[in-house]
Nanobody, 122 residues
Framework: VQLQASGGGLVQAGGSLRLSCSAS????????MGWFRQGPGKEREFVAT????????DYADAVKGRFTISRDNAKSTVYLQMNSLKPEDTAVYYC????????????????WGQGTQVTVSS
């Protein structure tokens, strides 16, 4: 499975962005999908994850209520709608896929996209 993330950019605090992650390759059976981020000098951290059907989601406390993960299996695409952005949301955002269960641990994800930069100015 190949993942391609897009939609990052520069936005002012309080603004919004929508990230997309398109999957190609072995996409016949949906994967559990996740978004992670890595800020400057920080470790990669969990942001959100979504089940194969899209009915179950999980969010990091830092983004709960501001970010929404969704998916369109017909398009093999996962989205991350980010609202009320804060400077501390500045990071490279990565999408990831796993054939196993939803997890907050990046080590549980087998496939990774290349990352897209999100910069939030104050």
């Amino acid at each position: 499975v190949q993942l391609q993330a897009s939609g990052g950019g520069l936005v002012q605090a309080g603004g919004s962005l929508r990230l997309s992650c398109s999957a190609s390759g072995r996409t016949g059976s949906p994967y559990v999908m996740g978004w992670f981020r890595q800020g400057p000098g920080k470790e990669r951290e969990f942001v959100a994850t979504i089940s194969r059907s899209g009915r179950a989601t999980d969010y990091a406390d830092a983004v709960k209520g501001r970010f929404t993960i969704s998916r369109d299996n017909a398009k093999s695409t996962v989205y991350l709608q980010m609202n009320s952005l804060k400077p501390e949301d500045t990071a490279v955002y990565y999408c990831a896929a796993t054939g196993e269960f939803r997890s907050r641990n990046p080590r549980d994800y087998e496939y990774w996209g290349q990352g897209t930069q999100v910069t939030v100015s104050s």
